[in-house]
Every structure is written in structure tokens, then in C-alpha cells.
């Protein structure tokens, strides 16, 4: 199956910093999608991008799907912001829905 | 809207017992997926359903474990007989086009 691997693993930042998570995936995709896992454990759909640019606030994800690779920033970080952030997409030729998780980046904004 | 709503939200039971989670998706939501989530092999698939009927069920790590979905608005992910081992968060997600929706997770804890 597809291989999804993200990094950094952990990341430390002081409130008001920029950051960029990286996803590599190992095959073509149809479907790749980043996720906000919160400090209770709620899991929050940020973008569906499987490939191009979008924004949402703070937030921007870029898909380069002919390198087979996600970006995710987040701008003026802010200590909400802390969790684990997710990648997750499916190969090419599977259903869209049957997504692969990355192990994810665990983020820590400090005040 | 009331999101994807899981219950119970905590459950422990002792080894040997059956469970049942259930699941109410988002109406509307064609799409339905079990996942479960441990600190050792992260967020897997179990098991997904289109328009109520199993699609890849793949995940489901054994016999012990079934699902169902017997209409558009219930599904059920039933263990037995439950092992320590299946201590773990179990998410249900719904999905309408693209975006995956999380419902707040089953803490199992078996004992």
C-alpha cells in the first residue's frame, strides 16, 4: 500500500512563529487531506489538497503531486494551534476514501 | 448540524466481553469509516461503507471484530470476544464528496 511519512515528528515553537510541516507520499494520489488532531483528541479536516494551493486563515497547504509531496504552514502560530497534525492520502488507483494516516508532527506552541 | 456523533465515549470492560460502538454519520453523508488509533501503529482503517454496503473491510485485524451498517443514519463496530489488546480510540468518520468528518472517538479500555 501507499507510504505516508511526515516531518518533522515533533516540533517546538514560541507563539507568533511560522512553521512548515512536510508530507511525502509514496505513490500517485487522488485524495490527501491534512488533519488537526487537538489536545482532547478531536480530529479536525484543515484541507482537502491533493494537489495545488489553499488557504484558510492562518493555515495554507501547497501538494506538488508530481514530486509526491504536501506542505502545510501555519503563520503567527498561536498556542491553540498545539497537537498532531496529520497528512493522510490514498494511492491513485484505490477508492478515494480508503486513506492512509502519516504517523504525524506533534506541535507544541509555547506562550 | 450535529457532527458525527460516536457513544458511548468511554467504555471499559473486562477480557472476554462483547462491545458494540456505535455510530450516527452526518446526514446526507454517503460514506462511513471505522478507524482505530493507538500509540504504537497510529490511525487504521478498519473498515468503510458506500451507501451502507461494506466497501474493503481489509483493516478489521480479526474475526473477533464485525460492523455494520443497516442504515444510512447507524452503524455499529462490535468486538467479541474483547482482548487487552484492543484497548485503543475508535473514530468513526463520515464523508459527502471529499472531506472527512470525525466523529469524537470510543476510548475502549479492556481489562
Known amino acids: 500500500g501507499i507510504q505516508v511519512e511526515q516531518s518533522p515528528p515533533d516540533l517546538i515553537l514560541q507563539e507568533g512563529a511560522n512553521s512548515t510541516l512536510r508530507c511525502n507520499f509514496s505513490?500517485?494520489?487522488?485524495?490527501l487531506q491534512w488533519f488537526h488532531q487537538n489536545p482532547w483528541g478531536q480530529l479536525i479536516n484543515l484541507f482537502y489538497?491533493?494537489?495545488g494551493t489553499k488557504q484558510n486563515g492562518r493555515l495554507s497547504a501547497t501538494t506538488v503531486a508530481t514530486e509526491r509531496y504536501s506542505l502545510l504552514y501555519i503563520s503567527s502560530s498561536q498556542t491553540t494551534d498545539s497537537g498532531v497534525y496529520f497528512c493522510?492520502?490514498?494511492?491513485?488507483?484505490?477508492?478515494?476514501?480508503?486513506?492512509?494516516f502519516g504517523q504525524g508532527t506533534i506541535l507544541t506552541v509555547h506562550p | 448540524d450535529a457532527g458525527v456523533i460516536q457513544s458511548p465515549r468511554h467504555e471499559v470492560t473486562e477480557m472476554g466481553q462483547e462491545v458494540t460502538l456505535r455510530c450516527k454519520p452526518i446526514?446526507?453523508?454517503?460514506?462511513l469509516f471505522w478507524y482505530r488509533q493507538t500509540m504504537m501503529r497510529g490511525l487504521e482503517l478498519l473498515i468503510y461503507?458506500?451507501?451502507?454496503?461494506?466497501?474493503?473491510d481489509s483493516g478489521m485485524p480479526e474475526d473477533r471484530f464485525s460492523a455494520k451498517m443497516p442504515n444510512a443514519s447507524f452503524s455499529t463496530l462490535k468486538i467479541q470476544p474483547s482482548e487487552p489488546r484492543d484497548s485503543a480510540v475508535y473514530f468513526c468518520?463520515?464523508?459527502?464528496?471529499?472531506?472527512?468528518?470525525f466523529g469524537s472517538g470510543t476510548r475502549l479500555t479492556v481489562v
Open positions: 446526514s446526507g453523508h454517503d460514506y
Open positions: 489538497i491533493p494537489s
Open positions: 461503507f458506500n451507501n451502507n454496503v461494506p466497501i474493503d
Open positions: 468518520a463520515s464523508s459527502f464528496s471529499y472531506g472527512y468528518t
Open positions: 505513490d500517485s494520489v487522488n485524495n
Open positions: 493522510a492520502s490514498n494511492a491513485g488507483g484505490t477508492s478515494y476514501g480508503k486513506l492512509t
